[in-house]
């Protein structure tokens, strides 16, 4: 069964550095997403980025970019500039590509430093 | 820009009752889920529902739950009978299409079993 761990509980920066938040996976499958979901205190799921396991190219989105290592079966998100309103639950995510459910790490809390 | 809804925010139930939790998925997607998230834990897949049939479902969602579509625009999740262990987050989300999109969450309802 494929599984998805969040090593880190909770990270702390401060306001402007960068921040990289690790996620790793487990599958037997070589065609996946993965994604990274930010979940602020009004508990909404917020897509922050997503990677599909075909691409070798690392997805960017603005301030966010991932670290995919295929074979370390790594995905890691890197955070630039980071602003108070990045605080929030960041949870990394597998799906398989045959099929709709969603795999989920625990979770990393981010707190940003005034 | 189109997003789903959920309501009630929050529910609170005896055990032993029903329960119905209602999405509004966004109007032009066609793949409709289920999530929950116990608190402190990591979110769990219920189901899956496309063309008015669930496509898949986790071995969470026994006989105590059920979807259904009931009109052109509601998602609905029913527990028949709930027990204190139901007591979670519940997410609805949407997704246009099950291979290429991400999936599109809802705020969530906080259910709360006594």
């Known amino acids: 069964a494929q599984t998805v761990t969040q090593s880190q509980p909770e990270m702390s920066v401060q306001e402007a550095e960068t921040v990289t938040l690790s996620c790793t996976y487990d599958t037997s499958e070589s065609d996946y997403y993965l994604f990274w979901y930010k979940q602020p205190p009004s508990r909404q799921m917020i897509l922050v980025i997503r990677q599909e396991a075909y691409k070798q190219q690392n997805a960017t989105e603005n301030r966010f970019s991932v670290n995919f290592q295929k074979a370390a079966k790594s995905f890691s998100l890197k955070i630039s500039d980071s602003q108070l309103g990045d605080a929030a639950m960041y949870f990394c995510a597998y799906r398989r590509d045959s099929n709709y459910q969603l795999i989920w790490g625990a979770g990393t809390k981010l707190i940003i430093k005034p | 820009e189109p997003e789903v809804t959920q309501t009630p925010s929050h529910q609170v139930t005896q055990m032993g009752q029903e329960v119905i939790l209602r999405c509004v998925p966004i109007?032009?997607?066609?793949?409709f889920y289920w999530y929950r998230q116990i608190l402190g834990q990591k979110v769990e897949f219920l189901v899956s529902f496309y063309n008015n049939e669930i496509s898949e479902k986790s071995e969470i969602f026994d006989d105590q739950f059920s979807v259904e579509r009931p009109d052109g625009s509601n998602f609905t999740l029913k527990i028949r009978s709930t027990k204190l262990e139901d007591s979670a987050m519940y997410f609805c989300?949407?997704?246009?299409?099950?291979?290429?999109?991400?999936?599109?969450f809802g705020p969530g309802t906080r259910l709360t079993v006594t």
């Open positions: 109007s032009n997607h066609l793949y």
């Open positions: 989300a949407s997704s246009p299409d099950r291979f290429l999109y991400e999936q599109y």
